[in-house]
C-alpha cells in the first residue's frame, strides 16, 4: 500500500478586486466584475466554461441544434473567430451573409442564453489562410500586426465593419457579447504565407510594437462601438498581453503538429499532464509565465485544447480521456475560467479568388479538429466526458470558485514519463474541498494506479480515504473527489465518487454521483444529523460517529439519507458509462434527469433525442414523466418500475430497409458512390464512412471537392445532407491518393523534368457504410 498525505490547514485564499479595471453594468442591471481569482456575475461568484465555435465554418440553418448541443453540455460562453479573410477576401467588399452572418449566431446565442467572446483578430490563425490576413494587404508598404498608421487604417476598417454587424448585441445593450479578444499570440506566433508555400516558405510577421500594439487595437475597438465588459489577449509563450489593459489568457495542447515543420521525428511527452498550481506563486510554471503577479489575476484559459487537427506531417487519432484529463489538471491549478479550442469543429469556406482558405499542412475543406462535437454534429466521447464535469462546476461554483489550491510535496517535479507516481491535487477552503486524481498521460503507455491510500490533514481532523484500503483508479483516467461535501445539512465525509449535480423534486434533494473507472463507490457519512440510512443497491456498515455505505449495484440504485429533522436527501451512483450518457434540464419549472446513448437537444420550444443509426435506444427519467406526456418519432415500451430511481423506456426507430447507396469500384483507388433520392426523407443527417488506406482521401461532387480527409487510420465520416440537391442528379466520387513507400524525386534530366518515384505505392477503399441521424419529440 502506497500512502500520501497532504496539509491544508491553514488554507483560505485572499480575494479582492483584480489590478485591471474591467467590468461593465448592463441596461437591464445584471452586473459583471472581476475579482483577482475569478468572475463575479451580480455579486456572486461566475463558472466561465467556454467552447470555441467558428459560425464561418458551419452552414448556418443548423447553428441552433449545434449553440443547443453546446449548452446541453454545460456550455455557457461562445467564443469564436471573426476571420478577416472570411468577410473581405476582396478588397473593399465585405460578406456578412450566409454562413458569415455573425449577427444571426450571436441572436442565436442570445436566444439559448449563451454569452459570447468575440475574437476581432485582425490576425487570427485557426489554420486558416494567412493566418486569416487577406492575400490583398500584401506587398504594400507596411508592416503587417504593427503599428504603422497605413496597417492600422485597413484594421480600423475591419473594426467598423464589425462593430456595425454586432450593435445592439453588445452587454451594454442588454446583449450576449461580453467579450473581445484582441490579435492573437502577438510577437509570438505566425503563420505560412500561403503564396510561398512550397517555395520559399516564408511565414506571416509574428508582429511588432509589442504591448503598445495591442492597446493601440483595443483603443481602435473601442473608437468604433466594440465595447464591452471584458478585452482578453492571449499570453503564452511572451505574447503581448498589457495586464494593465487585457486579462492575459492561457491554455495547453498536448498534441503539436507544429513541431514537425522542422525537423521533430518523434513527438514528446509533454508535461500538460503534471499537476501545477497556477496561482499561489510567481515562479514560472510550464505553460505558464506571467509577466505580472500571479494572484493579481485569474488564471483563465481560452485554448485548452478540446481536440487538435491532423496536420500533414502530423497523424494521429485524439485520445478522448486527453480532454477532460486537461480540464481537470487546470482546474485544480486553480482555473475558474476554462476555454476549449475547438469544442464544435466544422468546415473551412472556398474562396472568391483563392479555391481554398485553409493552411497548406492542413486539410483544404475539414476543420473537424476531432472536438468534442465533430464538423456534422457528431458527439464524442469527449463532450460525454467533458459534460460531466461542466454540470459539477456549475453546481458548486459559488464555493468552489474561492477555494485554494494545495499540491502534496514533489507534485509538480513529476517527470511526464513516470507513469507509477500518483498524481493528485487539492481545491480546498481548509474545512472542505475536491481531491483531484489524474491518471493520464500524453504519447506514454499508462497502468493502472493501485494500492494507494491518501490522509488530508485539515485543523480539527484528518481524513483517510478509503478508510480501510486503497484506492484504484484505472489507466487514462482522472477524477474529482469530494471531502466535508455539505449535503442539505448532512455532512459527506468523503465520497470514492465523482459528484456531477443535484436536482429537487418535491421539496426533496437528489444528488448525483457516478463511479470513475477503477474505483469502488463508497460515502463516508457523519451521524449528526442523520437518524437512518435505507436504500436499495447499497450495504450500510455503522461506525463510530458515521455510517459507511458501499454501493454495491450501479446500474440501479438509490440511498435515501433520513435526517433527525423529518427531512430524506437521496443520493444515486451512476456507473461510469451511465454518467456519459447523463442529462440535466429544466422544462416548465421541474428540473429532469435523462440517463441516454441518445443526445438531448433542449429549448422553450421542445425536447428532442438525436440519434444516430438508430434501432432501439433506452431511456431513463427522473422524475417520471406525466401521464400526457407522448412522443413523436418513435414506438415506446415503458419497463416495469424497478426499486432504484429512474422511469425506463425502451424507444425503437423503423430502420430504412431500402437500399439507399450504389457503389461502383472505378480503381483501387477511386469509387464512384450513387444516393438515391430516397436517402434524405426524415433524416437530419446522412454519413457517408469510409475505411482507407492512403495519403488523403478526396471526395467529390461534379468536380468539386467537398471533402477531404488525413489518413490517421481512422474512418472518415462525410456528412452528405448540405449536398441533398447535387445528389439528385449528380454522384459523389471518392479518390484516395497513394502513400509511397520509399519516395523520392527523380531530376536529373537535362531538360525542365521532375519526377516522383517510389517503390510501392498503397491506395485501397476498403468499405464504406452509411449511417443516419434522426430525431424523435418528447411532448412533455
Not at 441 to 452: A, G, L, M, S
Amino acid at each position: 500500500m502506497k500512502e500520501f498525505s497532504v496539509n491544508i490547514s491553514p488554507t483560505k485564499k485572499e480575494i479582492f478586486p483584480a489590478s485591471i479595471d474591467m467590468g461593465d453594468q448592463n441596461v437591464n442591471g445584471d452586473q459583471f466584475q472581476l475579482t483577482n481569482y475569478y468572475f463575479k456575475k451580480n455579486g456572486q461568484p461566475f463558472y466561465g466554461i467556454c467552447g470555441e465555435f467558428h459560425f464561418s465554418r458551419y452552414e448556418n440553418q443548423n447553428w441552433e441544434d449545434e449553440l443547443i448541443k453546446m449548452k446541453m453540455a454545460g456550455i455557457n460562453i461562445v467564443p469564436t473567430y471573426i476571420f478577416w479573410n472570411h468577410h473581405e477576401e476582396v478588397q473593399g467588399e465585405f460578406d456578412w451573409k450566409g454562413n458569415k452572418n455573425v449577427r444571426k449566431f450571436i441572436e442565436l446565442c442570445d436566444k439559448h442564453g449563451l454569452y459570447v467572446i468575440i475574437r476581432i483578430g485582425p490576425f487570427c490563425h485557426g489554420e486558416v489562410r494567412n493566418g486569416g490576413m487577406p492575400d490583398w494587404l500584401y506587398g504594400r508598404p507596411f508592416q503587417l500586426r504593427s503599428n504603422d498608421s497605413q496597417y492600422l487604417e485597413f484594421v480600423k476598417k475591419l473594426y467598423q465593419e464589425i462593430s456595425n454587424q454586432i450593435q445592439g448585441l453588445l452587454f451594454e445593450d442588454g446583449g450576449p457579447i461580453i467579450g473581445t479578444q484582441i490579435e492573437n499570440e502577438h510577437q509570438h506566433a505566425g503563420a505560412p504565407w500561403e503564396m510561398t508555400t512550397g517555395s520559399s516558405n516564408e511565414w506571416v510577421h509574428a508582429g511588432g510594437d509589442g504591448d503598445e500594439h495591442i492597446k493601440v487595437l483595443k483603443q481602435l475597438a473601442q473608437d468604433v462601438g466594440i465595447v464591452t465588459p471584458m478585452y482578453t489577449c492571449t499570453a503564452w509563450g511572451g505574447a503581448s498581453a498589457p495586464s494593465d489593459e487585457v486579462l492575459p489568457l492561457w491554455g495547453g495542447y498536448a498534441f503539436w503538429p507544429w513541431i514537425f515543420y522542422g525537423d521533430a521525428t518523434e513527438h514528446p511527452a509533454t508535461p500538460e499532464y503534471i499537476y501545477r498550481d497556477f496561482h499561489n506563486n510567481d515562479k514560472d510554471n510550464y505553460g505558464f509565465t506571467p509577466n505580472y503577479p500571479a494572484e493579481n489575476l485569474p488564471y483563465a484559459c481560452c485554448e485548452m485544447g478540446g481536440g487538435m487537427t491532423n496536420f500533414y506531417q502530423y497523424r494521429f487519432k485524439l485520445p478522448y480521456e486527453s480532454v477532460d484529463a486537461m480540464a481537470n489538471i487546470k482546474v485544480a491549478g486553480g482555473c475558474n475560467f476554462v476555454g476549449y479550442y475547438v469544442f464544435h469543429g466544422g468546415q473551412n469556406p472556398t474562396g472568391k479568388k483563392t479555391p481554398f482558405l485553409n493552411e497548406s499542412a492542413t486539410p483544404k475543406i475539414s476543420y473537424d479538429y476531432q472536438a468534442p462535437i465533430g464538423e456534422f454534429g457528431q458527439i464524442r466521447a469527449s463532450y460525454r466526458r467533458l459534460k460531466r464535469q461542466h454540470y459539477f462546476y456549475k453546481e458548486v461554483e459559488n464555493s468552489f470558485c474561492e477555494m485554494k489550491t494545495t499540491l502534496p510535496n514533489g507534485a509538480e517535479d513529476i517527470e511526464p514519463k513516470d507513469v507509477e507516481t500518483p498524481r493528485f491535487a487539492i481545491r480546498s477552503n481548509g474545512e472542505s474541498g475536491y481531491l483531484f486524481i489524474n491518471n493520464y498521460q500524453d504519447h506514454v503507455k499508462t497502468q493502472k494506479q493501485e494500492d494507494f491510500s491518501l490522509f488530508i490533514d485539515l485543523e480539527k481532523e484528518s481524513i483517510q480515504l478509503p478508510s480501510q484500503g486503497g484506492l484504484a483508479l484505472e489507466k487514462d483516467e482522472s477524477c474529482i473527489l469530494p471531502f466535508n461535501l455539505d449535503l442539505n445539512g448532512c455532512t459527506l465525509q468523503y465520497a470514492t465518487a465523482q459528484f456531477m449535480t443535484s436536482i429537487e423534486v418535491e421539496n426533496e434533494s437528489y444528488y448525483f454521483f457516478y463511479t470513475p473507472n477503477g474505483l469502488t463507490s463508497e460515502y463516508m457519512i457523519k451521524n449528526s444529523p442523520v437518524a437512518t440510512i435505507t436504500g436499495t443497491g447499497i450495504e450500510t456498515e455503522e461506525q463510530e460517529n458515521h455510517a459507511l455505505v458501499k454501493v454495491i449495484n450501479e446500474s440501479n440504485n438509490r440511498m435515501d439519507i433520513h435526517l433527525q429533522n423529518g427531512k430524506t436527501l437521496h443520493i444515486c451512483t451512476l456507473s461510469d458509462k451511465d454518467s456519459q450518457n447523463f442529462w440535466k434540464f429544466s422544462r416548465k419549472g421541474q428540473d429532469y434527469v435523462f440517463v441516454t446513448e441518445a443526445t438531448v437537444l433542449v429549448s422553450e420550444e421542445d425536447v428532442r433525442l438525436e440519434i444516430e443509426d438508430p434501432a432501439t435506444v433506452e431511456l431513463k427519467v427522473f422524475p417520471p414523466l406525466k401521464e400526457e406526456a407522448s412522443f413523436k418519432g418513435c414506438k415506446v415500451k415503458k419497463e416495469k418500475q424497478q426499486p432504484g430511481l429512474f422511469e425506463t423506456y425502451d424507444l425503437s426507430f423503423k430502420r430504412k430497409q431500402e437500399k439507399i447507396l450504389r457503389t461502383d469500384q472505378v480503381s483501387d483507388s477511386q469509387l464512384k458512390l450513387e444516393i438515391l433520392p430516397s436517402a434524405f426523407s426524415d433524416v437530419k443527417e446522412l454519413l457517408i464512412k469510409v475505411n482507407y488506406v492512403g495519403d488523403i482521401g478526396y471526395a467529390y461532387i461534379d468536380g468539386e471537392l467537398i471533402h477531404d480527409h488525413f489518413y490517421n487510420g481512422g474512418t472518415w465520416e462525410i456528412g452528405l445532407k448540405k449536398h441533398e440537391e447535387k445528389l439528385k442528379t449528380k454522384e459523389i466520387y471518392l479518390y484516395v491518393s497513394p502513400y509511397r513507400e520509399g519516395s523520392y524525386v527523380k531530376s536529373d534530366s537535362p531538360m525542365a523534368a521532375r519526377t516522383e518515384m517510389s517503390e510501392k505505392k498503397i491506395a485501397t477503399l476498403d468499405k464504406v457504410t452509411y449511417s443516419i441521424v434522426t430525431e424523435c419529440l418528447i411532448d412533455m
